[in-house]
Structures are given as C-alpha cells and as structure tokens.
C-alpha cells in the first residue's frame, strides 16, 4: 500500500475481474516501476500471479487512470469466510501526491462494504498515513527475517525417529502436498486455502525448482515440507513454506525441515536467506532467531473496526 496527498483531479476508475492481457501487462509494469522506487513489491506474490489466468472467484482489480494512463491499481479478495476482505494497493511513483492512493482506498471500501483489510508492505510512512486517513487501524505484523548463508556453521538436521526425506516430484505429490498445506495452515487461510491451480501457478514460475521442494514422509505418509525459492536476481534464498502436519509437530521436524532447506539454499551459492512470519507467532519467531535470522522489515496490515 502506497499513499499520497489529495488533490482534484480527473480520474477513471474500472472494477474487473479479469484484466485484459494488456491491462496486466499495464499493471506489472505500474508494480515494476513503484518496486524500483520502493525497494519491495507493493503486491504480493499472489496477487502478481492473479492478474493472468482468468478470473478468479472473490477477486477483483480496481484500475485507476488520468488520460488514459494507467496510474494506480488495487486488488480486493473476498474469499475468507470468517475475515473481511484483503487489498494490496499501489500508485504510480510519478503519479503520486495527487489524491490516487486515497481515491483507491475508498473505493475499495466501497467494494467491501466497509469490511477491508489492506497490506502495506515494508510498513512506509505514507502507507501508515493512507491508513489513518481511511480509518483503518493496524492489527497484523507480519516480519520479514534474515540472516547470512556464508561464513556461517548450519547444525546438522536431526529427524525425529522414522522420519525420512525426499524431493517433491510434481504430478505424483501435489494431491498430498495439498492436503497436508491446507491441515498445517488451517488457521492461516491465505496459505492454507492454496488450491490446485495455485500450485500449478507457481509450478510454472521461472524460480520453481523441485530439487529445493522438501517432502517428510512417515511409514509413507506426509508429515512435513519445506519449500524453498531462489530470488536469482537479488541473490536471496527464501524459507518459502515450512508446514507440519498436526500430531507431527513437537518433536524438531520443523527445525530439521529448515536446516535442510538452508542448507539446499547456501549450496545453491546463495549468500543470504530470508523468511517471513507473523510477529506474534512467538514460538516460530524463537527458532528462527536461534537459527541466527533477525528482522530486516516488516510488513503492516491494517484494517477496518469490528
């Protein structure tokens, strides 16, 4: 989430609900250039690849432009059947100090009938300030962590007893995967709702690697992954998902699922790891501090009173 000063202005804005192929051409470019200015993506990774493949249900994009120029986008996501409605929204780095930001912001109230939650990643100054203009308050931390893969003694990984691991193979495993995401994370509806296409999504991404995909199986059975991601260009391997399955954790599989990623990482070349958590998920916090991560930024969510 990106913000701005007001100002009048004409401005067009179009509620879809699936862009054109050159609407998101217009929008990942938009995304592109705010990145470079912002120093992080103001969209996450889900909603970046949300924007091709067709519609999907609970998704809308909001597209905001002056003189026919794309200037500012939102997206909105209704699909949690408990929590209000999620948005990222990002303005145009030229475009900026124009009242866009806030012309989003209440339309996206609008759309969500006054039931929203909106990320500002990297918690900026004028994300917090949108927030407090739109009487939003802020009740989700959620920290990115890092720490160095060089010049830096990982422990050895140690299983708990009859505990093996291998490789995701893709087609053969994804039914599995996805069931043992969706019990992991069941209190965590934004990774554990990830469906089938969800998976072939990132399946068909550039970074995706299975040899860096980790399955932990029992007696045969799925007990655990750690699913890790290669940011080539910023050098970056990423803790992307680690996950236990309920009855399996407790007993350091998920400490031996993350050394064994890292490990995979570092022999990758890679020179610094990171990982995302939520600030009050002490307990994850605690192994990774002791695995020598710290917090690099966070990211802010906020949302309306209930």
Same mark, same amino acid.
């Given at each position: 989430? =990106?913000?701005?000063?007001? !100002?009048?202005?004409?401005?067009?804005?179009? =509620?879809?609900s699936?862009?054109?192929?050159?609407?998101?051409?217009?929008?990942?470019?938009?995304?592109?250039?705010?990145?470079?200015e912002?120093?992080?993506?103001?969209?996450?990774?889900?909603?970046? /690849?949300?924007?091709?493949?067709?519609?999907?249900?609970?998704v809308?994009?909001?597209?905001?432009?002056?003189?026919?120029?794309?200037?500012?986008?939102?997206?909105?996501?209704? =699909?949690? #059947?408990?929590?209000?409605?999620?948005?990222?929204?990002?303005?145009h780095?030229?475009?900026?100090?124009?009242?866009?930001?806030?012309?989003?912001?209440?339309? /996206?109230?609008?759309a969500?009938?006054?039931?929203?939650?909106v990320?500002?990643? @990297?918690?900026?100054?004028? +994300?917090?300030?949108?927030?407090?203009?739109? @009487?939003?308050?802020?009740?989700?931390?959620?920290?990115?962590?890092?720490?160095?893969?060089?010049?830096?003694?990982?422990?050895?990984?140690?299983?708990?007893?009859? $505990?093996?691991?291998?490789?995701?193979? #893709?087609?053969q495993?994804?039914?599995?995967?996805? !069931?043992?995401?969706?019990?992991?994370?069941?209190?965590?509806?934004?990774?554990?709702?990830?469906t089938?296409?969800?998976?072939?999504?990132?399946? *068909?991404?550039? %970074?995706?690697?299975p040899? @860096?995909?980790?399955?932990?199986?029992?007696?045969g059975?799925? $007990?655990?992954?750690? %699913?890790?991601? *290669?940011?080539?260009?910023?050098?970056?391997?990423?803790v992307? $998902?680690?996950?236990?399955?309920?009855?399996?954790?407790?007993?350091?599989?998920g400490?031996?699922?993350?050394?064994?990623?890292?490990?995979?990482? *570092?022999? +990758?070349?890679? #020179?610094t790891?990171? /990982?995302?958590?939520?600030?009050?998920?002490? !307990? +994850?916090?605690?192994?990774?501090?002791?695995?020598?991560?710290?917090?690099?930024?966070?990211?802010?969510?906020?949302?309306?009173?209930?």
């Amino acid at each position: 989430m =990106t913000s701005d000063d007001t !100002a009048p202005i004409a401005r067009r804005l179009e =509620t879809v609900s699936e862009p054109t192929p050159e609407q998101a051409d217009a929008v990942l470019e938009l995304l592109a250039a705010a990145a470079r200015e912002d120093g992080r993506q103001a969209v996450s990774e889900q909603g970046r /690849l949300q924007l091709r493949g067709g519609p999907r249900e609970g998704v809308s994009h909001l597209l905001l432009s002056v003189d026919g120029q794309l200037v500012g986008y939102a997206q909105l996501e209704d =699909t949690d #059947p408990v929590e209000a409605p999620a948005a990222e929204l990002v303005v145009h780095p030229a475009h900026r100090g124009h009242g866009h930001g806030r012309a989003l912001g209440s339309a /996206l109230l609008a759309a969500s009938g006054k039931r929203l939650r909106v990320w500002a990643h @990297g918690g900026h100054s004028a +994300a917090r300030h949108l927030a407090q203009v739109l @009487g939003l308050t802020l009740f989700r931390e959620l920290r990115q962590m890092r720490r160095p893969l060089t010049d830096f003694e990982l422990p050895e990984p140690t299983l708990p007893e009859g $505990v093996t691991v291998r490789t995701f193979v #893709p087609g053969q495993d994804d039914a599995a995967w996805l !069931a043992v995401n969706a019990e992991a994370f069941a209190h965590h509806p934004e990774q554990g709702s990830l469906t089938q296409r969800d998976l072939d999504d990132r399946k *068909a991404q550039p %970074w995706f690697d299975p040899d @860096g995909f980790f399955l932990a199986e029992r007696a045969g059975r799925l $007990v655990g992954f750690h %699913w890790t991601k *290669a940011h080539a260009e910023e050098r970056l391997g990423e803790v992307y $998902v680690v996950g236990v399955r309920p009855g399996a954790q407790g007993g350091g599989l998920g400490k031996a699922l993350t050394i064994i990623g890292l490990r995979h990482l *570092a022999a +990758a070349g890679l #020179p610094t790891a990171m /990982l995302y958590v939520d600030a009050d998920n002490k !307990a +994850a916090v605690a192994v990774y501090e002791r695995l020598g991560f710290t917090t690099y930024e966070t990211d802010l969510m906020y949302r309306t009173e209930t």
